[in-house]
């Protein structure tokens, strides 16, 4: 089906945060894949890993113990705080999973009318009915009537709309840290404890959607883990296996037996293949990756700072550690197109955003490179 507008390149290997299509041509990759390809392409412990589990067990199903998922379960405890995990593929299933978590506690505190829904404008939370119905855009919702809810939108950083926003007496709120899609925006710290706050108050379910700004991007495990504010559910894919296709639930201890044996499932959740991959990822980020995270995060701010300061189309800066971008006063279609032309991966966000998503092993030298063919097209562009 055409569901995608397709640039014409195929690349053919990686290496790394460097992509080549079969003439040998190359790309610095600051995008990843859409935020997937944390360890860059071809990284070797990933491939042994993967090579090794692809010849002992690719998939057994949930019918039966899954050692490899117990171990990843464990390790993302340790590093989110978190209680317990559920497993599946998608970020949309991910909070798909969430959202019925929570109808689901409602109505075991005897609160079935509680079935409304807080988001905020610009959130993407993913395409599948439930996920879509609390995504903002009207493009990708409205289409698809009737959905769960109701829902009501907030514009973020507004705490007196969500203040009203909660007198529907919700059944949960969700919101990403980072808004991705919608612009890069990095929620405020008094927003997210307002946040928190009124759930408290009124017992309603905080979900943070981390899919595409948690696992470690931000140089933290979790995003909400620079805030004080620490969600009930949290959400988490893309770059969680590797680049295979893997997603979680992770529950505080508050909402860790909501699901019970028959609830919820999924054939392929936390099967060898994944949770071997994912296992690679999260000892990378143990064994001193989230410190390299912080380094070219810093090494990113600053570059997008100064180009900031310096063209005059850019608005501002956006984001944190590996996921940054520019603003521009217009949209930033035509700039990503001209950086892919000279060999730099990035997508837009939100229209006006040109959003990079680097691997988190892309080096010093590469992130320097990136950001010299930026400054370059953005002064091509503005003469
Ligand atoms: C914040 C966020 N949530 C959910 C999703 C949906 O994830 P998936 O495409 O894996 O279903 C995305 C995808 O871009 C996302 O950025």
Redesign the pocket.
Known sequence: MHTYARSETAFARGAGALLFDAEGKSWIDALGG?AVNALGHGHPRLVTAIADQAAALIHTSNLYRQPWGEQVALRLARLSGMNAAFFSN????A?ETALKIARKYQQQQGRSDRAAFVALEQS????TTG?VAVTHNPKYREPFGPLIGPVYFVPPNDVDALRKAFESEPCAMIL?PIQ??GGLRVLDEAFLVAARELCDATDTVLIH?E??CGSGRTGRFLASQWSAAQPDLVTL??PIAGGLPM?VVLAAEKLEGVLVPGDHGSTFGGGPLASRAALVFLEELEKGLLDTVQARGEQLRDGLEALAAKHPLVVERRGRGLIQGLKLERGASDVVRECFANGLVAATAGGEVIRLLPPYVITEQQLSSALEILDAVLTKIEA
């Open positions: 859409i998608s970020g949309s299933e909070n993407f939370h993913g395409r996920a990403e991705g899609e959607d899919v595409q894919a893309k997603s």
